[in-house]
T-cell receptor
Framework: SQQGEEDPQALSIQEGENATMNCSYK?????LQWYRQNSGRGLVHLIL?????REKHSGRLRVTLDTSKKSSSLLITASRAADTASYFC??????????FGKGTSLLVTP | SAVISQKPSRDICQRGTSLTIQCQVD?????MFWYRQQPGQSLTLIAT?????????ESGFVIDKFPISRPNLTFSTLTVSNMSPEDSSIYLC???????????FGPGTRLLVL
C-alpha cells in the first residue's frame, strides 16, 4: 500500500515563482526521500532527510520534515521551465525498499 | 551516486510472450529492487533481488510471473512472463549501497504489450 500522499496532485506556476509540494505519511519512518521524474523516465534523486532532521537545503530546494505531523514539504524556489516534472516523496519504513506517494505534477510556464 | 543502465529502454511485445529486462550497476551494491509504474500511476515495488538466493516478492507479485535473477552484486534481470496488455508499464530497477541510504534508479524500461 502507498505510504505517502502528495498534495497538490497538480500545480501550475510561472517561471520565477516558488513551488511548494506537501507529503503526508502514515507510520514512523527512518527517512524520507524526494524524487523527480521527467515525462515517464527514470527517477532522479533530489534529497534525503532523516527522521531526526527538520530541514535540509540543496541548491534551490528546501525540504522540511515534521515527524509529529507525519508530513514533509518540498519547496522549489525561483522555478524554471526545466523544473516541469512529477515529484514523488518516498518513505523508508525499516531500511527496506521505498513506499512512494502518488506524486505531484508540476508545470512551470515561461 | 551510482550509474545504472537498463536494457532494453523500451519494447513492444505481443501478448503471451516474455521479456527479460537487464539492470547493470557501475559498482557493487547491497540492495537491488524492481519497481513497476503503471501509466499515470506511482511506483510499486515488485521484489527485492537477493544475490545468490531467491528474490523476495511483495504481495500481489509472484515468481512465476516475474522471475528475477541476481547472479552478482552489480547485475540483475527481471522477466515479465506470459505478458498481457495489463503488463504495459515502466519497469525500473533501483539500488541502495547500504540500508537507509539514498536509493538510485535506473532510466526504466517502457513496455507496451499488444
Amino acid at each position: 500500500s502507498q505510504q505517502g500522499e502528495e498534495d497538490p496532485q497538480a500545480l501550475s506556476i510561472q517561471e520565477g515563482e516558488n513551488a511548494t509540494m506537501n507529503c503526508s505519511y502514515k507510520t514512523s519512518i527512518n527517512n524520507l526521500q524526494w524524487y523527480r521524474q521527467n515525462s515517464g523516465r527514470g527517477l532522479v534523486h533530489l534529497i534525503l532527510i532523516r527522521s531526526n532532521e527538520r530541514e535540509k537545503h540543496s541548491g534551490r530546494l528546501r525540504v522540511t520534515l515534521d515527524t509529529s505531523k507525519k508530513s514533509s514539504s518540498l519547496l522549489i524556489t525561483a522555478s524554471r521551465a526545466a523544473d516541469t516534472a512529477s515529484y514523488f516523496c518516498a518513505t523508508d519504513l525499516s531500511g527496506y525498499a521505498l513506499n512512494f506517494g502518488k506524486g505531484t505534477s508540476l508545470l512551470v510556464t515561461p | 551516486s551510482a550509474v545504472i543502465s537498463q536494457k532494453p529502454s523500451r519494447d513492444i511485445c505481443q501478448r503471451g510472450t516474455s521479456l527479460t529486462i537487464q539492470c547493470q550497476v557501475d559498482s557493487q551494491v547491497t540492495m537491488m529492487f524492481w519497481y513497476r509504474q503503471q501509466p499515470g500511476q506511482s511506483l510499486t515495488l515488485i521484489a527485492t533481488a537477493n544475490q545468490g538466493s531467491e528474490a523476495t516478492y511483495e504481495s500481489g507479485f509472484v515468481i512465476d510471473k516475474f522471475p528475477i535473477s541476481r547472479p552478482n552484486l552489480t547485475f540483475s534481470t527481471l522477466t515479465v512472463s506470459n505478458m498481457s496488455p495489463e503488463d504495459s508499464s515502466i519497469y525500473l530497477c533501483s539500488v541502495e549501497r547500504a540500508r537507509q541510504e539514498t536509493q538510485y534508479f535506473g532510466p526504466g524500461t517502457r513496455l507496451l504489450v499488444l
